[in-house]
């Protein structure tokens, strides 16, 4: 190859000849010989031929002239040759990256005459490895930053990198792991500590697909602590479709795992007590229904009605309540079989469900309850209160019909039970349904009929307390029946047959009324006594007033309101109504059309029982209301029940950017009065903040 194609071949590869000519021994007093316009290199025209070392090494970069100085000379020194990268500065200030080998020529003395190497431009090179390095140290510092543990594997499952979270879950450092089986970096088992069938990674190399997360797997760290974990992998592809590996993603899911775990409890229990709730013991009842029928298997279902509960709730308070409740079912869960299943059905109504018990050992397990509960004594501040049951046993069998005619069944009996006496156990009957229908009918329409007669209904009053600024004085309004004898009725007991023989509207008429001459009067009486003395007014009382579903479609209630504010000179400001969601829900356009009447008068509206229904925040921006009173279910135990205390602050956050109040019933302790502020409501209402007073007309 002469010359010519040499100059041509160095061309086609972008490089150029470059020679020294050494004059003393050192490189510094050399003198760079350029060939084939190799100045181009240094940003120069081409016909500068030669240059002394120094003029070129005004070119070099400051950073890279003692390194590129020290190459040189120490090739120059052993007669070797050298390979060496370094940066130049054109003048015109940009930078150039610049590749260089070469050979040191000799003479036969070993002394050094020159150089012969050749040279050229490797920027671009440089750019893209800088850039590239730029991507991978971004890279890494987004994989250390992340949130969820990250771990690479070869194709043959060995771990090849964890990020900053993989290293804190797993207790492996990265050098450590480097080289491990996955299933060793990454241990993982099921919920039951058992070892998983196969490790998600090597899943993932075996289908050559990415793998869905699993939903139930521990990570068991190197420390021996297991994690709940959520995991899943991918593989990773080259350009040409070569598997390269996996990369496992994962990240700790305890938090998510015990909530689902208490959402699912607190679905099929009840919170106060811990027994199974309604819904669950249905399903019970449904499954000891199908064995039944389908095995032949005999088993016996308990209606319990508490007796006496009432007046310790309404006596001493709902927080005496509920712990009366929680100190008798532990006490009757001591009572019974390992295989029978004890609920709380309702306020002070509890299920039995004895599995492959006949009848009569049945009766003996209902009577020994019934006298366990007849010997327990409930001390509540000095006070004693002795309790009774009526109990309602109905056999389950394979002629049983349904689940809800069973339940239908073992209510009646608890019925007839409380009939003839209570503190008793009735075995249902197919007489009894017909028998416990008529009763029912003909006592509460007679006892509706006398109390409206004979002037047995009574109002009590609860505060509704402002928790921030002082404002005017709430008062919700409560009915009750005073028979001439016996104890007073509560509202749970006689509202379900106001509504079911169409006598709810007589009653929330017959409370309008008297809260209007009530009020009425007591404003007239405030304004004298403020024009005698010549002092300021006493503060505005607002009375919150409970309708029903069925007054909500009545068409003639807005001028019966309307009529009894005229007569008793009640300003319709003083008023506020309270409805529920399931009577809104039932009434809608109706309850729109008479909430937008009443509220051009002035009265307000008070949404009850927030929360218990499940298109709540649906409904509630149809409805003009202005105050949401959160249901206690939620409130309760709000200070040890993080699900509710979160559902709590949720609807008080929700309420407030709609502009309106909310309000906390149930509030029976300092501890929940404490979380509720804490989390911002407008009122509070239990016996914490104010207990029931008459309403005296």
């Known amino acids: ?52 070392f120094n003029d070129f090494l005004s070119y070099v970069h400051v950073d890279d002239r003692d390194t590129l100085v020290h190459t040189m000379q120490e090739a120059v020194d052993k007669c070797t040759g050298y390979e060496v990268e370094y940066r130049v500065v054109w003048d015109d200030g940009s930078l150039h990256w610049l590749a260089a080998k070469a050979h040191m020529l000799c003479n036969a003395d070993g002394a050094p005459t020159g150089t012969l190497g050749i040279i050229w431009d490797i920027t671009e090179r440089k750019l893209n490895e800088e850039a590239t390095a730029r991507d991978r140290e971004m890279a890494a510092v987004t994989l250390r930053a992340i949130g969820e543990g990250v771990i690479t594997i070869d194709p043959y499952g060995k771990t090849e990198y964890l990020n900053r979270t993989a290293e804190q879950l797993t207790g492996w450092r990265n050098d450590e792991a480097r080289g491990q089986d996955i299933a060793t970096t990454l241990h993982l088992t099921n919920e039951a500590g058992e070892p998983i069938a196969e490790h998600v990674a090597l899943q993932c190399l075996r289908l050559r697909q990415t793998v869905a997360p699993a939903s139930d797997n521990q990570l068991v760290t190197r420390e021996g602590r297991h994690i709940a974990v959520e995991e899943s992998a991918s593989p990773i592809w080259s350009d040409n479709g070569v598997l390269l590996g996996v990369v496992v993603v994962f990240r700790d899911v305890s938090h998510e795992r015990k909530l689902t775990r208490q959402l699912s409890w607190n679905a099929t229990h009840d919170t106060l007590t811990g027994l199974i709730n309604r819904r669950e013991f249905e399903v019970r009842i449904a499954e000891a229904l199908h064995s039944a029928k389908d095995e032949g298997h005999v088993h016996a279902m308990l209606y319990m009605d508490l007796d006496q509960f009432k007046i310790v709730n309404d006596t001493c308070g709902h927080a005496a309540g509920d712990l009366l409740l929680q100190l008798l079912a532990r006490m009757l869960q001591t009572q019974m079989r390992d295989s029978d299943v004890l609920a709380r059905l309702g306020g002070d109504e509890l299920g039995v469900l004895l599995p492959r018990c006949p009848t009569d050992q049945a009766r003996l397990i209902a009577e020994g309850l019934r006298q366990s509960i007849r010997n327990f004594r409930f001390v509540w501040h000095e006070r004693t209160f002795e309790l009774g049951v009526s109990i309602g046993m109905v056999e389950v069998t394979r002629h049983s019909k349904s689940m809800t005619e069973l339940l239908m069944a073992a209510d ?15 075995v249902y009957r197919d007489s009894d349904q017909r028998l416990a229908r008529r009763l029912g009918e003909m006592q509460w329409v007679s006892r509706l009929n006398e109390a409206f007669e004979q002037q047995y209904f009574r109002l009590y009053t609860q505060p509704i307390v402002g928790l921030g600024e002082t404002g005017s004085e709430h008062l919700e309004v409560l009915i009750r029946i005073q028979p001439a004898k016996g104890d007073l009725i509560l509202p749970g007991a006689f509202i379900p047959a106001a509504e079911r023989y169409d006598l709810m509207t007589a009653i929330d008429r017959w409370v309008i009324r008297a809260v209007c001459r009530h009020a009425g009067a007591a404003a007239a009486a405030a304004a004298n006594a403020a024009a005698d003395t010549a002092g300021a007014p006493s503060p505005v009382i607002e009375y919150s007033i409970n309708l029903s579903g069925t007054s909500l479609g009545d068409d003639s209630l807005h001028d019966y309101i309307v009529e009894q504010f005229r007569e008793f000179n009640v300003a319709p400001q003083h008023i506020c109504f309270e409805i529920t969601e399931t009577a809104v829900i039932a009434n809608l356009i109706r309850a729109q059309e008479f909430m937008a009447k009443l509220k051009a008068l002035g009265c307000r509206f008070s949404l009850d029982d927030f929360g218990s229904g499940l298109s709540s925040f649906a409904y509630l921006k149809a409805l003009p209301v202005d105050f949401l009173k959160i249901d206690g279910v939620f409130i309760r135990d709000i200070a040890t029940n993080s699900i509710n205390r979160a559902m709590v602050k949720a609807i008080n956050e929700v309420g407030h950017v709609m502009g309106l109040r909310t309000v906390a019933e149930y509030v029976e302790d300092d501890t929940t009065l404490a979380v509720v502020r804490q989390l911002g409501l407008d009122y509070a209402q239990g016996y914490a903040v104010g207990t029931l007073q008459p309403l005296h007309s």
Not at 412 to 426: D, F, I, M, P, W
Request: glycine share 10%; proline share 3%; hydrophobic share 40%.
């Open 1 to 52: 190859m002469d010359f010519r194609h040499l100059r041509m071949a160095l061309d086609a590869a972008r490089m150029t000849i470059w020679d020294t000519f050494i004059h003393d021994g050192t490189v510094a007093s050399s003198t760079v010989n350029w060939q084939g316009g190799g100045q181009r290199l240094l940003g120069l025209a081409p016909g500068q031929l030669a240059q002394p």
């Open 412 to 426: 009646q009996a608890c019925y007839l039970a409380k009939e003839r006496g209570r503190n008793r156990v009735h």
